[in-house]
């Protein structure tokens, strides 16, 4: 299947600093991806949808001040979260879908973040 | 409104034997389903897929059924093998959601030697 990365993989910050999530598809180019968070033993909530060249698109409750995303090229979306709290911990995911008849996504490895 | 239902969050399973995954949806214009493995600390994996046209589609071990009069469908893994112990996510879309993935979540399989 398609290859996905995210960089980087673990990440610690201080309370009040910003993190930059990268998220990169590897061998297709995906006009649009998706940022998902996931909290233990949850199932996985949609941040928002990241269109190549546009605004992204956020999901309900989501604020886009904090969770900025940009998607600069067809291989690369960057989320960034600004002034991060401990609340903001968490395991965020990245995806890219394909293009064609039937869309698939597929997912990076993850990225956890602790805010301490 | 949870559109996307695993109603099993854990299932265990002999080595050798069938594992079957069940999910249940209620928004009748879903027409795209697929199944993702997710090991813990990791990103989901895409293992298969089914669009609404079809009642079954085969990979290998993995096999899909869509059942879309009882807004159903399951995987079925078989021979189970210990390396399938993860927790899989059954994902929803139709067209004009942006490929928007709706998941379940999740049940967790534990296939013991």
């Known amino acids: 299947g398609a290859v996905v990365s995210q960089h980087p993989s673990r990440v610690i910050c201080k309370s009040g600093t910003s993190v930059k999530i990268e998220c990169r598809s590897l061998d297709f180019q995906a006009t649009t991806m998706f940022w998902y968070r996931q909290f233990p033993k949850q199932s996985l909530m949609l941040m928002a949808t990241?269109?190549?060249?546009?605004?992204?698109?956020?999901e309900q409750g989501v604020e886009k001040d904090k969770f900025l995303i940009n998607h600069a090229s067809l291989t690369l979306s960057t989320l960034t979260v600004t002034s991060a709290h401990p609340e903001d911990s968490s395991f965020y995911i990245c995806s890219a879908r394909t293009s064609g008849r039937e869309e698939t996504q597929y997912f990076g490895p993850g990225t956890r973040l602790l805010v301490l | 409104d949870q559109q996307v239902k695993q109603n099993s969050p854990s299932l265990s399973v002999q080595e050798g034997r069938i594992s079957i995954l069940n999910c249940d949806y209620t928004?009748?214009?879903?027409?795209?389903f697929l199944w993702y493995k997710k090991y813990p600390a990791e990103g989901p994996t895409f293992l298969i897929s089914i669009s609404s046209i079809k009642d079954k589609n085969e990979d290998g071990r993995f096999t899909v059924f869509l059942n879309k009069s009882a807004k159903h469908l399951s995987l079925h893994i078989v021979p189970s093998q210990p390396g399938d112990s993860a927790v899989y996510f059954c994902a929803a879309s139709y067209r004009g959601s942006q490929g928007n993935l709706i998941f379940g979540k999740g049940t967790k399989l534990s296939v013991k030697p």
């Open positions: 990241s269109n190549e060249g546009s605004k992204a698109t956020y």
């Open positions: 928004n009748s214009m879903f027409d795209y």
